[in-house]
């Protein structure tokens, strides 16, 4: 049996598709915090069982009878650690054979604030002794769907970024690794991304679907935190934005690797694929 995590997510649900496509239904299993969420999946045959990070109680019953485990990392910054100390925990008493992890780029020195918890996550399955996989996922292209957006209606989007190379890819990418790594019980670590762009290739390739010039404004982190507020995004997540920015201009979100097309076995979603789907 394998258990995905996190399941109703954006990644969650490619991941269970992709599964779906490889594997019986009955062999699969959707954790999620409120099963109604995967409501219209109900008749496809997998199992959707609730379990909720912040409620370890929950967590070993949910992982009952499984085998293979993938945990999709969660977004509640500041308490990811104590989820993790808990569903590993969890697992443990499970008896789960194996676990693989969605982490980020080059988790071990990564600088980005969001790389800490990632580096924690990591650590603690490593210490289980247990078979695993790292998925160090570079940054999902659709991150950029508000700056897509907002440079095809305006011409133009800001960033902190600078020239800074992004190896990004579109997220069904990654699940597709996720679930060939999964469901082949492969280990080892993955640094996953694609060919690198820049915010000025993104620009210009947000340009050439939009048809009209647009430009990218590029401002310092503290600007670039300011602006989100500005706009609404709360302190904490624009403060996260800022910092990702920071450090993607020192080349953090790029890497030379191409396990990602390996492991999926053709080439990556081409950047201009993303904004026309952005774009609709």
Do not use: C
């Amino acid at each position: 049996m394998i258990t995905v995590t996190g399941a109703s997510g954006q990644l969650g649900r490619l991941v269970l598709a992709e599964l779906l496509a490889r594997l019986p239904a009955d062999q699969i299993t959707a954790m999620v915090r409120d099963p109604a969420k995967l409501s219209d999946l109900a008749g496809t045959g997998l199992r959707i069982v609730q379990g909720d990070y912040n409620a370890p109680e929950t967590l070993a019953p949910a992982l009952a009878g499984t085998d293979r485990l993938l945990i999709i990392s969660g977004n509640e910054f500041g308490r990811r650690v104590e989820q993790y100390q808990a569903l590993v925990a969890a697992a443990r008493a499970a008896d789960v054979g194996y676990i693989a992890y969605t982490s980020i780029l080059r988790a071990s020195e990564n600088p980005m604030y969001l790389a800490q918890d990632h580096r924690a996550a990591e650590g603690l399955i490593a210490a289980t002794g247990l078979p695993h996989a790292f998925l160090r996922n570079g940054w999902y292209s659709e991150n950029y769907a508000g700056s897509i957006a907002q440079g095809a209606g305006t011409g133009g989007f800001i960033g902190a970024s600078g020239a800074g190379r992004i190896a990004g890819a579109a997220r069904a990418d990654y699940a597709a690794a996720a679930a060939k790594v999964i469901a082949e019980g492969l280990t080892g670590t993955y640094e996953l991304g694609g060919p690198a762009y820049t915010m000025e290739d993104l620009a210009a390739t947000i340009g050439a679907v939009a048809g009209r010039a647009v430009s990218y404004q590029n401002l310092t982190p503290e600007e670039f935190t300011a602006a989100l507020i500005g706009v609404g995004l709360p302190e904490g997540f624009a403060q996260v934005l800022g910092d990702s920015d920071r450090f993607a201009a020192e080349g953090w979100l790029d890497t030379g690797s191409t396990q990602l097309a390996e492991l999926i076995g053709r080439p990556v979603t081409p950047l201009a694929e993303v904004v026309k789907a952005v774009l609709g």
